[in-house]
C-alpha cells in the first residue's frame, strides 16, 4: 500500500470454512445409525465400533461428530452399548428406525 492511501475497511475477501456434512447432531447421529444399520453383526449381534467410527470418517464426519453422535444414539437408546466398549448393539428401537 503506497503512502498514504486508505484502504476500506472490509476490503478483503474473507475464507469461510466449508459447511460439514454432520455438524448438524441430527445429521450425525442419523448417519451414524444407516452405518450401523447397514454393517454385518457378528454371531453375537455385535457390531464393532471401529468399522461404524471408519465409515462415519470415510463419509466426511470428524472425530468430535462421531463421538457426539454416538454418546447421543446410546442415550437415546438406539444403540447399547458393549461394557467394553468396542461393540455396540443396535436396539429394537434403532432396528425398527429402519423398518
Known amino acids: ?7 476500506a475497511v472490509g476490503s478483503e475477501k474473507m475464507k469461510f470454512m466449508e459447511e460439514r456434512p454432520f455438524a448438524k447432531p441430527e445429521a450425525a447421529l442419523t448417519k451414524l445409525l444407516e452405518i450401523a444399520n447397514g454393517l454385518e453383526a457378528d454371531h453375537a449381534g455385535r457390531i464393532s465400533v471401529g468399522a461404524i467410527n471408519h465409515a462415519f470418517l470415510s463419509a ?13 444414539a446410546v ?7 458393549h461394557p467394553s466398549g468396542a461393540y ?10 429402519f423398518a
Open 75 to 81: 442415550a437415546d437408546g438406539w444403540l447399547e452399548a
Open 60 to 72: 466426511g464426519g470428524n472425530v468430535e461428530e462421531y463421538g457426539a453422535a454416538m454418546h447421543r
Open 88 to 97: 455396540v448393539k443396535l436396539t429394537q428401537k434403532g432396528a425398527d428406525r
Open 1 to 7: 500500500m503506497a503512502r498514504g492511501e486508505i484502504r
